[in-house]
């Protein structure tokens, strides 16, 4: 599932990431919508989802290219990845303790991924329960541009409604809340 910051970057890169203007005046396109965000996490998520599709376009071009050390085109797209991650480095150092660093992340998503292969090999027989579980812990991953308490109540709402329906028990609730701690 994508969240909103995510489709307005492909919404915009469909738009203004195109051949013929020069990096600069894109990366200038970027900082410009990333001044609309107020939180940091926002502007990573945006700039990041950016870095992504130019890297796309980048690796769709490659097989095609008939120069690679002095195609205009590679150029393009490698200056726009390197400078928005100077942006993102950048940015990255203004994180709040409250917002998701990229070892929260990467921490949070270790987890849930850790979450669902045990589940996966418990599952047997209960194919839908499983799927309803790995779709809602799924769809969790694409909320880091939340702060962690916001992510982490999402989290805990989640859970409860699980554990009513009966979709898990009290005590891997409380276990799957461990592995979030720390």
Request: aromatic share 12%; proline share 1%; hydrophobic share 35%.
């Amino acid at each position: 599932m994508m969240n909103l910051i995510e489709k307005q970057a492909e919404r915009f890169c469909k738009f203004k990431l195109r051949s013929g203007i020069q990096y600069q005046e894109f990366i200038d396109l970027v900082e410009s919508e990333i001044r609309r965000y107020s939180q940091i996490s926002h502007k990573l998520q945006f700039i990041e989802t950016v870095m992504f599709e130019a890297k796309k376009k980048y690796d769709n071009h490659l097989p095609s290219c008939t120069s690679l050390e002095n195609c205009p085109e590679n150029f393009f797209y490698e200056s726009v990845i390197f400078f928005l991650n100077e942006i993102r480095i950048d940015l990255s150092k203004q994180l709040t303790k409250e917002e998701f660093n990229e070892a929260d992340i990467l921490r949070y998503k270790t987890g849930i991924d850790e979450i669902l292969s045990k589940l996966n090999t418990l599952q047997l027989g209960q194919q839908l329960t499983y799927d309803d579980f790995k779709e809602q812990f799924e769809e969790m991953k694409s909320y880091f541009y939340m702060n962690k308490k916001t992510w982490n109540q999402m989290l805990g709402g989640k859970l409860l409604e699980m554990v009513a329906s009966g979709v898990v028990s009290e005590t891997v609730s409380k276990q799957i809340v461990e592995i979030f701690k720390g």
